[in-house]
């Protein structure tokens, strides 16, 4: 195995490197990697099913580009770097015990370079041994000088075009890295969302007590406040006025463009039973309660009974005890559905006894919910819609009751990777990419109408996502990466500086040998947008690269992981869109699915991981690729588990035996070759239409499986002592070729073994020929199969040794209704139909029963095998008679062939086409 590999990778060495040709280009990409750790298996899917996919096309004759980068923006190396020079046990065992570092090497990892330059190598010395036919001349990162000349030039367009702003936003912050961070900076809440409260400014005393609402409009029912009595509250002085809020509280509230101070502390305890009061509420108490959330906005929050099922179960409960028995609920929104009091509806109506039950949460949404899509406040407030008061009454406390709004996350415990805690930032001065741009988004929405999406149903998700996506922080102050050209203080942020580099890959090899300085957006200009100017360097080379750049683009299918359809996979079709005219847009995207590996999600921080390299020293590479082609659809998530890849190695170990065992025949082709070259039509246009599609595992079932279950049965059927004949070479070169995109180095030793030309990688995919068809022997064999597979259940039911077999078949005249009935669009009007015939009315119920029992047998066979019975029905007779000595081999007793229509046989008269009765005696 080892040697085979080693010998494929050696004349595979530049084998993948295309130029533009005269013929059909097929160019796919895949989100490149952030070579900060080893790969594991479910890296190896990312890369591997796009593989098979560019192999097949390249058989197919297409001229086919697969290129490979590096992105290394950005900041979590840094951190990565940063913790490895503290000797942070966490990191340091990460990448010396899993990533498998040798200690010299991770030595040099305070320098974050080293990191990514260690990692890039290794990701193309696996990617290698794995057989991913990438064009490794294409190679770049993105910190070359000639990628940062590339970024420049498109962040001049973005400007250009409207869509780089300035401002001030809330975004995701971490203080210690001091730098705002992306999905990709996390460790954890990675799926966190800002969202924005509005304060309630309640007066205590000399102080104001904030609680956090999302809803403002419902200040007309607060009955009280509720405050954690177990909790040390701090007085701060925020903006020079003194508040009680939190300390969490107040360490956020100095991230959002407050001065924030803390003058002393106030023990929640100490509040309970205070009055507080709200010029749109008046007077109201304070309660406890123990479930109000410290690490949730101000710590404090209002209650309105009437209306959140939270605060009518907590306000219950105390009552229940007897206490504070004088506050009754006041409601304000009348809502279709609901009663007076809306939470105290939803709660009786669940049966919710106690406010943990855990439908809490789901409960508080729907009224909420409903409140908001349907709501009315009552006239005495105004009369409005819910929906529109909402935004009236938040006006009405900014400009005059003192509220402002602050941002919290969605989700608890948002973590940055260096390991400090994530908080909502508001930035000034910060850049924006301006995805919230009604007009940008519409362009990019008209464009995914003609893009070609893989599963079909991601459609509805990406519209989604550009519907909902708003301004994205695009700058930071830390990193690697490519500064703002017009702001230099700024770089741009990882995914910002790789929404287009699709285009780059096309000529990446000839920028190489160019002075980055001298690669101006002109020159850009010039290759990507076909602009000419005056006094462009290198003319000649320019031209070159112009036409070859309009050979590859667009790209015809870009493939990623789904959780990249939020971000990236969107992204980058905003950027395309802005930049390149309609004919260079992108054409099609393929969505991957998820990894898992014995069942649990695939995670490096958490140690759960295979790694990809272990994974092909172990099972040898063609075993690791079919199994991760073979599990999963590549939109489907596939689970690695290490018995069922020992399976794969099997039969990988099978068709290789097979493959050589078949060499080896000598004999003449019969009708048996007929029948398997039959066959093979149909499997090869199956696997043909499968890849087309993108179906992998569709495509490996169809070519492996199915044709190594006709050989099996061909095998079987060869006279005693026959190795078959040498039309198995022939059915053997196409083996290989449709099994070449998946297991390539067993191809390519096999291909060299069959005497074929050159690589297996280039040969020609396998064609049908409709001269090869024949229907009749196929259907033949079909009955022959379905006989054996009969008299074998029988023999296992009765547990005799038998002493002869005789087979009855069905006589002409219930052929004639099996007919009737397979071609009847309906089949309950077969019977009147019969019933026309003079002679079948004559046989009475016989003819009944024989048209329900063929109704059930048409129902039961595969509808390829049914219409091929219409095409022809097999002279059943003369099938089995033909047969006679193979199935007295298979049972080692004479069998004897009857037409049951001249027999008085009692089992003769249960005889059916394609179902002859079986006696055994
Ligand atoms: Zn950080």
Redesign the pocket.
């Known amino acids: 195995m080892r040697q085979i590999e080693r010998d494929a990778r050696l004349v595979w060495e530049h084998a993948f490197e295309p130029d533009p040709t005269d013929g059909e280009k097929f160019y796919l990409t895949v989100a490149y990697p952030y070579p900060s750790g080893a790969m594991h298996v479910g890296h190896g899917r990312t890369y591997i099913a796009p593989d098979v996919i560019a192999r097949f096309w390249r058989m197919r004759g297409k001229t086919v580009l697969y290129p490979m980068a590096f992105h290394v923006t950005g900041?979590p190396v840094i951190?990565i770097s940063k913790r490895i020079a503290r000797g942070d046990p966490q990191a340091v065992s990460l990448y010396r015990d899993l990533y498998k570092v040798p200690e010299d090497v991770l030595a040099r990892f305070v320098d974050p370079l080293a990191i990514v330059r260690h990692f890039s190598d290794e990701y193309q010395r696996v990617m290698s041994e794995c057989g991913i036919s990438i064009d490794w001349r294409r190679r770049f990162t993105t910190v070359d000088p000639q990628y940062s000349k590339f970024i420049e030039w498109q962040w001049k367009h973005l400007r250009e075009g409207d869509h780089v702003i300035k401002g001030a936003h809330p975004v995701r912050y971490?203080?210690?890295?001091d730098?705002p961070?992306g999905d990709h900076?996390l460790l954890e809440g990675d799926k966190a969302e800002i969202i924005r409260f509005t304060l309630v400014m309640f007066r205590w005393n000399d102080a104001f007590i904030p609680t956090a609402t999302l809803r403002p409009e419902t200040i007309y029912g607060v009955t009280n406040l509720w405050v954690n009595p177990a909790v040390t509250y701090v007085r701060a002085l925020v903006d020079g006025e003194p508040w009680i809020i939190t300390r969490e509280a107040a360490e956020k509230l100095s991230f959002q463009d407050h001065t924030v101070e803390i003058s002393g502390e106030v023990a929640g305890a100490a509040l309970i039973d205070q009055t507080v009061s709200h010029p749109l509420c008046g007077d109201v108490p304070i309660l406890p309660a123990g479930f109000v959330d410290t690490d949730m906005a101000s710590g404090i929050v209002m209650s309105v009974p009437a209306h959140a099922p939270f605060d009518y179960i907590a306000l219950r409960d105390l009552q229940q005890k007897g206490q504070y028995t004088d506050i009754t609920p006041v409601p304000l929104i009348s809502v279709p559905g609901y009663g007076s009091l809306p939470a105290r509806d939803a709660v009786e109506r669940a049966g919710i006894t106690g406010q943990d039950d855990p439908r809490m949460e789901a409960l508080t949404q729907e009224v909420y919910g409903t409140e908001f899509a349907q709501g009315r406040l009552f006239e005495k407030f105004g009369g409005r819609p819910v929906r529109e008061a909402r935004d009236m009454i938040a006006a009405l406390m900014m400009d005059s009751y003192g509220s402002v709004p602050m941002y919290e996350f969605d989700t608890r415990s948002v973590v940055?990777?260096?390991?400090?805690k994530?908080v909502v930032k508001i930035l000034h001065d910060q850049w924006f990419l301006q995805y919230s741009d009604p007009a940008w988004k519409a362009e990019v929405i008209s464009h995914l109408n003609r893009m070609d999406l893989i599963p079909p149903e991601v459609r509805a998700e990406f519209e989604r996502t550009v519907s909902w996506l708003k301004d994205w922080a695009c700058t930071r102050r830390v990193g690697l990466g490519t500064r703002l050209p017009w702001d230099p203080a700024w770089l741009i942020e990882p995914l910002s500086d790789s929404t287009v580099y699709m285009a780059y890959y096309t000529i990446a090899h000839h920028l190489r040998s160019m002075q980055a300085d001298q690669l101006t957006p002109e020159v850009f200009d010039f290759i990507f947008l076909g602009r000419d100017s005056p006094g462009l360097p290198h003319r000649e080379r320019l031209e070159m690269m112009r036409r070859e750049f309009l050979f590859w683009y667009p790209y015809d299918f870009r493939f990623s992981a789904k959780d990249l359809i939020s971000n990236h996979l969107t992204f980058q079709l905003f950027h395309h869109v802005a930049i390149f005219p309609e004919p260079c847009l992108p054409k099609g995207m393929v969505v991957f699915g998820m990894g898992l590996l014995n069942g649990a999600k695939m995670s490096s921080s958490k140690g759960n991981v295979f790694l990809l390299e272990d994974a092909v020293m172990e099972f040898g590479a063609d075993t690791v690729r079919m199994f991760l082609v073979g599990s999963a659809e590549p939109w489907q998530d596939f689970d690695w588990r290490n018995d069922l890849v020992t399976s794969t190695r099997k039969q990988i170990d099978r068709f290789m035996n097979t493959v050589v065992e078949c060499m080896a025949a000598r004999e003449d082709p019969g009708d048996l070759d007929s029948w398997l070259r039959s066959r093979l039509q149909g499997h090869i246009s199956r696997t043909t239409e499968a890849l087309e599609r993108f179906q992998t595992r569709q495509a490996l079932q169809e070519a492996f499986f199915g044709i190594e279950s006709d050989l099996k049965w061909y095998r079987r059927r060869l006279p005693e002592g026959s190795s078959g004949s040498v039309y198995l070479h022939e059915l053997c070169s196409a083996w290989v070729r449709l099994l070449a995109p998946v297991i390539p180095f067993t191809g390519e030793y096999l291909w060299k073994a069959l005497g074929g030309e050159g690589l297996v990688s280039f040969a020609p995919w396998p064609k049908t020929d409709k001269t090869n068809e024949n229907r009749s022997i196929e259907v033949a064999e079909e009955l022959l199969a379905r006989i054996v597979e009969d008299i074998e259940s029988i023999l296992k039911i009765i547990q005799l040794e038998p002493a002869a077999i005789t087979i009855y078949t069905a006589p002409e005249w219930k052929r004639t209704i099996f007919q009737a009935v397979a071609s009847a669009e309906e089949k309950t009007g077969v019977i009147k139909e019969i019933m026309k015939d003079e002679a079948m009315r004559k046989r009475g119920k016989e003819v009944t029963d024989t048209v329900r029992q063929c109704i059930t047998q048409v129902h039961r066979l595969p509808p390829q095998v049914v219409s091929g019975l219409l095409q022809e029905m097999p002279d059943e007779k003369a099938v089995f008679s033909a047969a006679s000595q193979f199935l007295a081999r298979e049972f080692s007793v004479p069998v004897t062939v009857r037409d049951a229509g001249g027999s008085s046989h009692a089992k003769a008269a249960t005889a059916l086409p394609f179902k002859p009765a079986i006696v055994i005696e």
């Open positions: 900041a951190g971490c203080p210690q890295c730098n961070v900076d940055c990777r260096c390991g400090s994530v």
